[in-house]
């Protein structure tokens, strides 16, 4: 699905926001299945094309009230039934009531940021420095911070011993502070987010938020550490573990995924589409199919998504965090130790048969923290299969990465042969 394709279904939701709007409706207008639609919009957008419209009509609502319309009123034009209905709906957007949300916030006529547009403001150094007053922060030195392409990002700085971050996903700077503090309270010593003058944690900025957090030096093992180092591996096991532990003890949240019928449903025909040469054994896919039974059995959980080896952050071979949790999502709970493995072995440069021997030291890491079931024991390389499968799908899907899917692909072919 291309860019014009998401910001034709944002628009189509925008001028649709006065009805009940289904998720079929919105994926029928661009022409796709209601499916591989939802797994591109969530991609795209970064929420669920449900959750999208439930915040664009709480947004809608929220101005209007602000400008002098009545709420209930305003909650009718926009599909809600009762007050009931709205304020449950206005909780789960912002975790406050509409009360709490109109006298907190201040609230700008709803934007729709195209994706491939500006997403971002232009905001000056001297603009930021007036931000950063609420926070002291106005007088300390802004470093820019560049991305993998060498582009100055305008999401992100770096003030003083602090990380500034401009996001318009408020609810995933909530899901990733209450996981900040929940860690912190376990003695797990993460970056924390720092409150303003006024006592907020983040600065609205229309339909943005600026936020400060913690910047600390740590360091993250690379290959050849992990692969000289039981010890070094047990303890990314465990910080896997340690990372479970914590979020087991959370409410649920609602971005959910299963691995199983992503590959089903999406990445396993791509997967044969690249195959036409037949490097992957016809019979994995038959085998593949026992997955979908121990998928319903094992434990989910909130889940990290993308633990690699260079997103768990140590000081003096102590724990100290993780990269964001901005793709944190609802999944079976192997997905995390299960990802951290494969993104060791897709850096490897030493023959992979010394990674099997690095594999069984990083769940047994896991295990020191977390009791793995048979079933999810048995469950282990069908989830390897699966991260695997949607990594040769992402790759296949985007231009120019064509060569990354087919050695992935050899190195699925490679994984099937000697975890099976």
């Known amino acids: 699905m291309d860019i014009k394709t998401i910001n034709l279904s944002l628009d189509y939701i925008e001028k649709h926001l006065h009805r009940q709007l289904t998720v079929d409706e919105v994926a029928n207008h661009v022409l796709y299945s209601s499916y591989h639609f939802t797994r591109m919009f969530s991609d795209a957008v970064g929420m669920t094309v449900k959750r999208y419209i439930s915040k664009r009509k709480v947004l809608h609502v929220l101005y209007q009230t602000q400008e002098g319309k009545s709420m209930i009123t305003a909650a009718f034009d926009y599909g809600y039934e009762d007050y009931s209905s709205f304020y449950k709906a206005c909780k789960r957007v912002f975790a406050m009531s509409p009360k709490a949300c109109l006298s907190e916030l201040n609230f700008d006529k709803p934007v729709v940021f195209f994706i491939g547009k500006e997403k971002y403001p232009m905001i000056t150094e001297q603009k930021l420095k007036n931000l950063l007053k609420k926070w ?250 699966s991260i695997q499968m949607i990594f040769i799908s992402y790759f296949e899907t985007q231009d120019g990465y064509h060569d990354l899917a087919v050695k992935n692909l050899k190195l699925l072919k490679w994984l099937y042969e000697n975890l099976a």
């Open 136 to 385: 002291s922060l106005d007088q300390e030195e802004i470093r820019p911070v560049f991305s993998e392409n060498h582009q100055k990002r305008k999401d992100l700085f770096l003030v003083g011993d602090y990380r500034v971050i401009i996001t318009n996903n408020y609810n995933k700077i909530l899901e990733s502070k209450r996981i900040s503090d929940a860690l912190n309270m376990d003695g797990i010593k993460t970056p924390k987010y720092i409150e303003n003058s006024e006592g907020d944690y983040y600065l609205k900025l229309d339909d943005l938020y600026l936020v400060v957090k913690e910047e600390f030096n740590y360091s993250t093992y690379s290959v050849e550490e992990i692969a000289s180092s039981k010890d070094i591996r047990f303890r990314l096991g465990q910080s896997i573990g340690k990372l479970h532990y914590t979020l087991g003890s959370m409410p649920d949240i609602d971005q959910e995924s299963n691995s199983y019928e992503v590959c089903k449903n999406w990445a396993m025909p791509i997967v044969k589409g690249l195959d036409t040469d037949n490097i992957l054994d016809k019979a994995f896919y038959v085998d593949y199919e026992e997955f979908e039974e121990l998928s319903k059995t094992i434990p989910y959980g909130i889940i990290h998504r993308n633990p690699h080896m260079h997103n768990i952050y140590f000081k003096d071979d102590e724990l100290v965090g993780y990269g964001d949790f901005y793709l944190t999502t609802q999944n079976m709970r192997i997905f995390d130790i299960c990802y951290l493995a494969t993104s060791i072995l897709a850096e490897a440069k030493m023959d992979k048969y010394l990674w099997l021997e690095q594999y069984h030291d990083l769940i047994d890491g896991y295990k020191s923290v977390i009791d793995l079931s048979e079933d999810e024991k048995n469950a282990i390389p069908y989830m390897m299969y």
